[in-house]
Each structure stands twice: as structure tokens, then as C-alpha cells.
């Protein structure tokens, strides 16, 4: 019982945030969508990033296997769901990124820090870093139909990532007020997200729901395998592991949903995806915390 009242502190301030979106919405209240994800992306994510690897005390090691397992834990769930989509007749450009890329961003970093604190959160940051390269460059390049690999360069997540690991490198650090900036500007981050994906949850026009609930079971169950795997592979240890594979088992995220409705793949289609994953993460999700603490 003690276990299930644990796991309940942790994921249920996840999931409050995103109903309040989802609410929000509802009601008829206006959310600009597009400048909320623009801050975050642009300016308190890549702050949240850099100032958790900047002040992080996890040994660079560590972060550099856990960065290895991710890489290969990612490489797993594309070769896995190529092969699910050319199994099940599905369009390429409509499934195969979506069933590949999860929401690290808006869920996985907050269940990190939630559940494992600072040292959690550090260790997500690796994985949403790799899972984001990957997305940016192979996930446009498959829903576009191809795409310049230079566009990831242009990211300034990636460029707070790449930072943050030299100055975590090298024991580097900015003056005090510079990183109580970063830090006041990062702390919004993680609620923003998650009344973001409330908001956006609310926004998605969804058709097939029963077939994307079976594709969503199918990929919680396939991504899972997978992130445990990989960590078993590297031998990480508990906290790395754990959030190796609840940031791979994450729902669909809805910069899919974006992707393919700028590329002209279906964006219906994976819309239900949104929808039936993240519904389903709220009794799946709990269920991997309960048994990776």
C-alpha cells in the first residue's frame, strides 16, 4: 500500500498539470499554443538543460553509458517499429516516427524529477537529448520525406546540451547571478509542458481510436522491452535504468502530431495516436514506476 500511495505523489502532479490544460481549453479559455511551445523550446528548456548538467553531481561517466544505452535503446525501437509498420501495411510516413518517438519532453522530465529528484532529472535530460538529435534529423526526414541533417544544429536544445556537457566536462561553471538566471528561467519549464500537453490534448481532432489504442499498447509494450534491454546490456544502475525506460516508454508526443500535419502525412491519424497513448500512460506509467522504485 505504501508503494501505491508513492508512486500516486509521484505521477499525479504529472498528470493535475495536464488536466488543468486540458480544462483550460474546455472552458473556453484562450492558450496561444505556438508562443508557449516557442518559449519553452527556445528559451527555459535549453535553460532547464543546461543548468541541471552544469550543476548535476553524477559522475560524467555515468551519463556518458547511460547516453551510449539510449543511443543504442532508440536504434532497438526503429529497427522494431520499422518492422511493426511493414508487417502491418501502415504508410511509413505516418506511423513510423510516432511509434519510435515518445513525449520525454512534456511527461518524461517531470515523472524524472518527481521520482528520482535532481539525479533523475540530469539522467533524463541525456535521453530526451538523444531521443531529440534522433527526431530532428531521422523522424523529420521520414514524415517530410527527407529533410537536411543541418536542421538539428539550428535546435537550441541541442546547443544547450552540447554546452552544458563541455562545461560539466570540463568543471566549468557561469557567475552566481548568470545561473540563478537560468534557473528562474528553467523552473517554468516543466509546468509549461505539462499544461501544454493538456491543452494540446484537448485541441486533437481523433479518428480510429481503436486502432490506435492496439498501436499504443503495442509500442508501450515494444519500447519497454527494448529501454530494458539496453540498460541490462550496459549494466546501468537502478536510477539511470528506471529512467531509461520510462523516457522510452513515454506516450506519443505531440510534436509527432505537428510534424505530420506540416508534412502532409496523416495528422488524424497519429492525433489518435496522441490521444489513446497518453490516455493509456496514465495506468501504464504508475505500473512501470511500481516496479522499477
Not at 540563478?180 to 516543466?190: C, E, F, K, P, S
Amino acid at each position: 500500500m505504501h508503494l501505491v500511495f508513492t508512486v500516486l505523489e509521484i505521477v499525479s502532479p504529472v498528470f493535475f498539470l495536464a488536466v488543468i490544460g486540458f480544462v483550460w481549453v474546455k472552458t473556453g479559455h484562450d492558450y496561444r499554443l505556438e508562443f508557449v511551445t516557442r518559449l519553452a523550446m527556445t528559451l527555459s528548456i535549453p535553460a532547464l538543460i543546461f543548468t541541471a548538467l552544469v550543476e548535476t553531481e553524477i559522475d560524467p561517466a555515468a551519463l556518458t553509458t547511460l547516453c551510449f544505452a539510449s543511443i543504442v535503446a532508440y536504434a532497438g525501437v526503429t529497427v522494431a517499429a520499422w518492422i511493426a509498420v511493414k508487417v502491418m501495411h501502415l504508410d511509413f510516413r505516418t506511423y513510423l516516427a510516432p511509434i519510435t518517438f515518445g513525449n520525454t519532453g512534456n511527461l518524461g522530465l517531470p515523472l524524472a524529477l518527481f521520482a528520482f529528484g535532481d539525479e533523475g532529472l540530469s539522467y533524463a535530460i541525456i535521453v530526451f537529448a538523444v531521443m531529440a538529435l534522433w527526431s530532428f534529423t531521422f523522424g523529420v526526414y521520414v514524415t517530410a520525406g527527407g529533410g537536411s541533417p543541418l536542421k538539428v544544429i539550428k535546435e537550441p536544445l541541442v546547443g544547450a546540451t552540447l554546452l552544458g556537457g563541455i562545461f560539466l566536462w570540463q568543471g566549468w561553471t557561469l557567475p552566481r547571478f548568470a545561473m540563478n538566471t537560468l534557473d528562474l528561467l528553467g523552473q517554468i519549464a516543466i509546468p509549461t509542458m505539462l499544461i501544454t500537453l493538456g491543452v494540446a490534448v484537448a485541441r486533437l481532432q481523433a479518428k480510429g481510436i481503436g486502432r490506435a489504442v492496439a498501436i499504443s499498447l503495442g509500442k508501450v509494450i515494444l519500447c519497454t522491452a527494448i529501454a530494458a534491454t539496453a540498460g541490462a546490456a550496459f549494466n546501468l544502475a537502478p536510477v539511470p535504468f528506471a529512467v531509461l525506460v520510462v523516457q522510452v516508454a513515454t506516450p506519443v508526443a505531440v510534436t509527432s502530431y505537428m510534424l505530420a500535419e506540416k508534412y502532409g502525412a496523416d495528422s488524424g491519424a497519429v492525433a489518435s495516436l496522441v490521444v489513446a497513448s497518453t490516455l493509456l500512460s496514465v495506468a501504464y506509467l504508475p505500473l512501470i514506476l511500481g516496479f522499477l522504485i
